[in-house]
């Protein structure tokens, strides 16, 4: 046998490139082998810018830098399934980072993602995929893009994988989704809460985590809670309450619950299975303070309804509340104070916190944090609403002292719950009395003027409450508080008007405090308000007429009648009827007009710059030292008249004493009628008398410059009177206070005024004749 000749390899095709085998260092050079049409290499590169991503942050950022993220896009609808994968793997990774991410919502590559979750792609593909959705879920926009490309279907339906990456990734893109409304009325359309629901079985904590708070979202519909409740997911939640060994999960179990609560059937069931008791238990039993909150907060959203709060109040939730008041945890007390607010609604838990809940809520009145103090003086303001108990025992506990703290909080929340809890305690006036001495009309002051129309409206409403007194309203018109008080009129907020409105009329009883309300322009803006048939209310109203009462002359000018309440005093004045919106001038100025066609002005005033009491009509009579007393003052007053070339005014009693047909009358009355009555007598005692009588005027018109002070510092100014009707009242006053029986004094009345009213016709008719004869 010959031996065997050993036979040549034959050499590869000119045409074919030989293998080549390349080790890369640079991330760079793998990016460029994204480009290459090979597979094998497309998927080792994309291998290894997955190690790379992996590393961290700055790596994501140097591959953004070098341009792979575009290539790889083309990748994730490659036709080989490695290179796919590996392409998936990577926007997995790399969708953490928000440059990448902003960069991916440009490219619009939504749809490519959505696409690997398909039933027939691997397992690792949909975790990938799902986690870069979960990813780019954070962020509004691409929300809107995965909703619109019909992401949400597929992700439910993930929820089942049995995969628990694949879970965890679904269930977390499916809670940012969640966020927004559109998502939750999808979510119920795929019934999508029976698989979440099973995700609470997981034996992963993170993914139970993520299915409580995806459910503690999407319950706030009332869909979602009926349906949660059809699938007994209640039980769900309760077990998960009574294991000691999910307490990490009791917070978010605890929303959802709240949720439930405000769903009347739902607490029904809660309630029939014990599972009320049990969450009260838990709550007022638990250590952990977040646990203690979300529990109170749970009652407050399900006490806004009344069955609810009747149920609670039957289950006794205010001992739970009072005891989570008692908590070190700021956030509990807060969460406690607001939920009684709510169960104040209940007439039966009014009157539980009566003994149990005030004092407590008064301590929280000194807390350092002024969210604590403004929850509980919103609970306190509740609870003494129309409830004169517990606002007596807010007085009793010593809570007046911290809520006059509280009024120069800066925290408007506070400062208005503090001031409704203040008007609460001044509506009784036993309480009412005692305010003053902790300063609150003092306090006050701030809050009128705030921007905040609440606390305007409040702070307004605790003045008509507390001004009730005259010490109040003395101290508030000595505080200037009256200013910002009729500032409060302009408002255009209704409630602030009418409060501030209120407040007026009360401080309208005292006189002196209705004179400074008019000069601070009261009444003009409270005729303005009322003039407009959308401002006005009936305490604007009410407080108009409240200071007219104080106002007769402009009350009669406006109206054109006073009541039988009114009762006029000196210095009353009729001007004649003047249009609304027209100001009434002062006295002292319409009597330094200069002299005009108008009617005259009546003027009512029995009171001298002398304040001596006027002689009896026995000491009168005829005597001469009377009459000359008089005679001076109205001489000082005709004299007054012809420096100001004023001569229109008239006493309108100008009907002189009972006497007067008797005695000398008084020379130069002020007035037409003392003109006319001093024609008629002149004319029968002759014209020599009249003459004497005009010397003796001029000669007091010529010492009017003394008795004026001219040339010396401006004294002050006096209205002119009738020294008649001064007598007059003073004769029918006699004559009448020492009667005790009313009827007799009416009598006596009527007798007086109809020999008053005989003597005005016999001077009337007196004053026709001297008229007849002067002409004739």
Known sequence: MGKKVKKEAEPPPKDVFDPLTIESKKAATVVLMLNSPEEEILAKACEAIYRFALKGEENKATLLELGAVEPLTKLLTHEDKIVRRNATMIFGILASNNDVKKLLRELDVMNSVIAQLAPEEEVVIHEFASLCLANMSAEYTSKVQILEHGGLEPLVRLLASPDPDVKKNSVECIYNLTQDFQCRAALQELNAIPPILDLLKSEYPVIQLLALKTLGIITNDKEARTTLRDNQGVDHLIKILETKELNDLHIEALSVIANCLEDMDTLVLIQQTGGLKKLLSFAENSTIPDIQKNAAKAITKAAYDPENRKLFHEQEVEKCLVALLGSENDGTKIAASQAISAMCENTGSKEFFNNQGIPQLIVLLKSDSEEVREAASLALANLTTCHPANAKAVAEADGVDPLVNILSSRRDGAVANAATVLANVAMQEPLRAGLQSHGVTSALLGPLRSANTVVQSKAALTVAATACDVEARTELRNSGGLEPLVELLRSKNDEVRRHASWAVMVCANDELTAVELCKLGALDILEEVNLSASRKNKFSEAAYNKLLNNNLSLKYSLTGYLSSSNIISDGFYDYGRINPGTKLLP????????????????????????????????????????????????????????????????????????????????????????KGTTKERGSRKGRGKKEEERVKEEEEVSTLPKLMGEGSPEKEWYPPFDPDFRVYVYEVTKSIFPITNIKEQIEVLARLWLIKLASAALWFVGSMAELGMKFS
């Open 587 to 674: 006295l002292k100025d319409l009597c330094l007009q200069e002299p005009s066609d108008q009617r005259a002005v009546l003027l009512v005033n029995s009171k001298s710059s002398d304040v001596s009491p006027p002689p009896s009509t026995e000491d009168k009579s005829s005597d001469v030292g009377y009459g000359r007393s008089i005679s001076s003052s109205s001489s000082f007053r005709r004299a007054s008249k012809e420096k100001t070339k004023k001569n229109s005014y008239h006493f309108s009693t100008g009907f002189g004493s009972p006497t007067e047909e008797k005695s000398e009358p008084p020379s130069g009355r002020n007035t037409a009628l003392s």
